[in-house]
C-alpha cells in the first residue's frame, strides 16, 4: 500500500493510482484527480461523482454504465461526453471509489 | 503490509496518450437466448475501454435485430450436454420455455439489460449495428422490419471493409 499526498491531504492509493478508501476523499482531491487525467469538472460532472459516490456509499459496488443512466440519469452518451473514451473507469477514478467490478 | 511514503500519487494512463486504432467486430450469427449475450456482453465493455466496435448480424443472428422476434429469443436446452441433463427430458413439450423462462430470470437477477435494451445502450455508447444482405434476402427482411439502430444491411465485401484492421469474433 502507498500513501500519497493528493491536494494536501495524505491518502491511500493503489499502484495505479485510485484512491483505496472512498472515506479519504475530498472534493480537492477530485479536482487534482480531474486535472490529472484532463478533465475539466463541469456542474454534470459534480453532479455525477455525487451520484456515484452515494450509490457506492448505498449498495458497496461502484455502479456501472446502466446504473447510472437508469438510477442516475445520466445517458450513457452524457456519460462519455462528461468522462471521454472509458467513462466507468475515469469516473470512479476522480469519484475515489474501486473501478466497477461488474461485465455491464 | 508495508507502508510506502511517496512523494507524487501514480496518475493511471487510461490509454489516452496513445492514439490507439484498436478495433472490434463481432460476428453474431445465432438467434438463441444464450448466445445473444456474448457478443453483447463483449462489444458494451469493448466500448467502455473506448474501442471502436461494429457488430454485424448474419443468418440466425438477425432474429436479435429483428423487431418480431429480438424480445423473444429462447433458451433451449435439447442437445446441450451443459445442461447435465438427459435429453428425453429437454427434449418434453414445454421445456424450451420453460428454459428460457429460467434463463431470463437469471439475467434480469444479474441486473443484465434485455437484448433490445442491450443494443440500445451499445448504440448509445457510439456502437455500431450491421446487417448482412444475403440473409437479408434469404429471409426477406427490409431495413423497416428492422431495429431501427441498426445502420444498415451491407453485403459481405462492405462487411470485410469495415473490418479492416479489427480484431474479429465470431459467435
Redesign the interface.
Known sequence: ??????AGADVQ?D????LIDPTEWTEDIARQLAT???IELTDRHWDMIRFIRADYAANGVTPG???V?AAGGF???EQ?ELF???????SA?IAGVPKPA??? | MTTTLTETAPIPSFGDEKETDRKLVIICSKGSLDMAYPGLVLANAALGEGIETHLFFTFWGFDMITEKTMDHLKFSPLGNPATHMPNFVMGLPGMTSFATHMMKAQIEGLDLPEVREFLELITDAGGHLWACRMSADMMHLEEKDLFDRVEGIINASDFIEIAEGAQTLFI
Do not use: S
Open positions: 500500500m502507498t500513501t500519497a499526498t493528493i492509493i499502484d495505479e493510482g485510485f490529472n487525467i484532463g454504465t446502466r446504473r443512466q445517458a450513457t452518451k462519455f471521454p473514451k472509458k467513462p466507468q473507469k475515469k477514478y461488474g461485465c455491464v
